[in-house]
């Protein structure tokens, strides 16, 4: 058995329709209403002879009844039974059904009927079946009966691909077909032969093979994939897929899902006996559980939890240097409540450190538990408002300081938003405790932490109108000012407090760390500039242009390293995003350290959309922090139509820092209406110490059965930014 994925056409084929479809109505649900022998039927002929109940018709011959069309060159009807038969030629056209036949008798009343060699053409849910059958019949149920038959979704008289078969059963309640003895033939060429192939035509779920997978890679060499899907019942499902390794072995790979009350459960599942590794070693196993519900109108769950048999399972077994350089796994389970004023969250966080060289003591914390209450309440009287922080920890780790986090920070603002200007001063006030275990002698066991935060974010709209055509221009400049003031703060230890990246943002945020154990210090003043132009008929924003810095007026004593920072100006940040005319787009931003006149980063992308599947980008990203570890890289990807038929995709990802490429990928597809056919060859990066290797993908799809081979267009996704696979 075979399974299919549902193939949207990217493609049109230019023949004429045969018959034109009524509505959307699928064949099982086309039958007319009940016979009514009282209703009339319009009937044409050269002659009519009429004998008791049964009415004759020669020459040229149409019977028109509810929505039903017969023409042939003679028929019988009998008015009580609703019969009609033909010897010979018969064309026959009812809602989602044309048949081309022989010797046939058609049943009125109930939509029935059994023919002799037919040519038909049938409307599966939208999609269109066609091919012959030596006979041909359809039950009340809607279940069409072929034999001798042919089967494609192809157009008629298209003979790209089919299926040939000794019986053929399409069943439109079930949306399932089913073909014994079969022969799939593309492009005249036999490729697949199977006693009993069972393929959907409709979006049902159904239980047996889905399509292989052919790959090749280096690390795993030449591999074989047979998923089969088990449809165990209509809320769970279980798909097993065996892959075949021509250097590692067999690998079981398994999907289980399952949906009940409290929301959808998946669990992963990989296991391998490595024929490339040691006897006492050949085990490898890789497991995610994933968990995402909710229950009552506000409260929602999640879980997610992963455990890896080695560090080395990901680099053998992945296929991209960021699934090869998992250094961590989470294994995390939330519980959260949500009613648009007050917000909760329980926690239970760990991790799998994968890279066994990271030591100890740089290893993350385990959160057992966390929670963390949060309140936004309304405005009060003149427009005051509060809200309320409050998070609780206990942090737990092998051989280190552990301990809990009571963390409170209540704050009230005073928003003032007029048309043209707006002010909002805020007073923030923070209360940490700590509790700690395994500190060293003579250190202390209890820490208080208390700071107030004062802060002022105020701005000014300007516009004005550019031209004639409705374009307004923007001045908007903005003034932040904050106050924190220094406190102490090396004898806490680093649970998961870390320096922010300096972006745009960051000019207005109140702390400079991420987590609850570094509160910064700080007398500042942020300066920012921002420019908009927008289409006022449209309303859309076709550039925007930012740029800020912030001033210190003191140094900044508190770090994660103890160095004091003694700046007086951050970084000079700016941005631009501009759409243009001519489906151009431009992004980039870029951080400029004017003291060491340096870029510290920058980054561009000028991409070219003028459709869906007509895509150039060109981009650059540099970092440079001033020590060796400085990165920069250009990536180039495209993806473009060439005729109608065919289409070519590429990327290129270069680091000229290290003067090596991290990967690189070429495309080609041809796809027709109903057949496509891909192929790509995908370079990259697979660990840190710069190894590379070469992917091959290859994938037949025959659209309305399953694709054969790799998805290639998951990876046109990955790799091409903007483009979606529609296919």
Avoid at 133 to 155: K, N, V
Avoid at 313 to 319: N, S
Avoid at 489 to 504: G, M
């Amino acid at each position: 058995m075979l399974l299919w994925s549902d193939f949207a056409r990217a493609h049109v084929c230019e023949v004429a329709p045969a018959f034109v479809y009524q509505g959307t109505q699928s064949v099982a649900a086309a039958a007319p209403d009940q016979y009514d022998p009282n209703e009339p039927i319009e009937a044409t002929a050269d002659s009519v002879e009429s004998t008791e109940n049964v009415v004759t018709l020669r020459g040229d011959t149409r019977i028109e009844h509810q929505g039903r069309v017969f023409s042939a060159e003679n028929a019988r009807y009998n008015r009580l039974t609703g019969e009609v038969e033909v010897d010979g030629e018969i064309r026959y056209e009812a809602n989602g059904v044309l048949l081309s036949t022989r010797d046939a008798r058609f049943d009125l009343g109930s939509s029935t009927f059994a023919t002799g060699e037919s040519n038909y053409q049938l409307n599966l849910e939208d999609d269109r079946a066609t091919g012959t059958a030596a006979t041909m019949s359809r039950s009340e149920s809607g279940i069409f009966q072929l034999e001798d038959a042919t089967y494609s979704t192809c157009p008629p008289g298209d003979r790209s691909w089919f299926i040939k078969a000794r019986d053929i059963k399409l069943d439109t309640e079930e949306g399932i077909g089913t073909a014994k003895n079969i022969t799939l033939r593309f492009k005249g060429v036999p490729i697949l032969a199977l006693p009993h192939f069972s393929f959907p035509i409709s979006p049902a779920r159904k239980t047996g093979f889905l399509a292989p997978t052919l790959a090749r890679s280096e690390s795993t060499g030449i591999e074989l994939r047979l998923p089969w899907y088990w449809n165990i019942r209509p809320n769970m499902d279980l798909t097993l897929t065996p892959r075949l390794m021509s250097r590692r072995g067999a690998q079981l790979q398994s999907e289980l899902r399952y949906l009940n009350r409290q929301g959808i459960w998946r669990l992963d599942n990989e296991i391998l006996f490595d024929d490339e590794e040691p006897r006492e070693t050949r085990r490898r196993t890789f497991a995610r559980l994933r968990h995402l519900g909710e229950f009552g109108q506000h409260w929602t769950t999640e879980l997610d939890a992963s455990d890896v048999s080695d560090s080395e399972y990901f680099e053998d077994l992945g296929d991209s240097l960021q699934v090869a350089s998992i250094s961590h796994l989470e294994r995390r389970a939330d519980l959260r409540y949500d009613d648009g004023t007050y917000s909760f969250l329980a926690r239970a966080q760990s991790f799998q450190t994968v890279d066994q060289t990271i030591a100890a003591e740089d290893r993350p914390y385990r959160k057992l538990p966390q929670l963390r209450f949060q309140a936004d309440w309304p405005a009060y009287k003149f427009g005051l408002e509060a809200d309320l922080d409050a998070e609780f920890v206990f942090f737990d780790r092998g051989e280190s300081v552990t301990g809990s986090r009571l963390d409170i920070w209540p704050s009230l603002s005073l928003p003032i938003i007029r048309n043209a200007w707006y002010v909002n001063p805020r007073l923030t006030t923070r209360y940490t405790l700590y509790g700690l275990n395994n500190t060293e002698a003579g250190e202390p066991s209890q820490i208080e932490r208390q700071l107030s935060t004062a802060s002022l974010d105020a701005g000014l709209f300007f516009d004005r109108p550019v031209n004639r055509r409705g374009k307004i221009q923007t001045l908007e400049p903005r003034l932040f000012l904050l106050h924190v003031p220094f406190e102490d703060q090396d004898d806490i230890p680093l649970f998961d407090s870390v320096p922010l990246d300096f972006n745009f943002s960051q000019l207005f945020r109140e702390n400079r760390f991420s987590g609850g154990d570094r509160v910064a210090d700080a007398t500042q003043m942020s300066l920012a500039l921002t420019s908009r132009l927008i289409d006022a008929t449209s309303g859309r924003e076709q550039l925007l242009a930012s740029i800020g810095q912030i001033a210190f007026f003191d140094d900044r004593r508190v770090t994660v390293d103890n160095v004091i920072e003694s700046r007086r100006s951050s970084d000079l940040v700016a941005e631009l995003d501009a759409d243009l005319d001519n489906n151009w787009a431009f992004r980039s931003s870029l951080q400029w350290n004017g003291d060491e006149n340096r870029t510290s980063r920058s980054s561009a992308l000028l991409s070219y959309r003028p459709g869906d599947e007509k895509i150039f980008n060109i981009g650059h990203r540099r970092v440079n922090n001033g020590t060796s570890a400085e990165t920069e890289q250009i990536d180039l990807s495209m993806i473009w139509p060439v005729r109608d038929t065919w289409r070519v995709a590429a990327r290129w990802n270069y680091s000229i820092a290290g003067s090596t490429s991290l990967e690189s990928l070429l495309g080609v597809q041809y796809e027709d209406c109903c057949w496509a056919l891909r192929f790509a060859v995908r370079r990259f990066i697979t660990d840190d110490g710069g190894d590379h290797e070469t992917n091959y993908h290859i994938q037949l799809v025959l659209k309305g059965l399953a694709p054969l081979g790799e998805n290639v267009g998951e990876l046109l996704e990955a790799g091409i930014l903007g483009y979606e696979d529609r296919n």
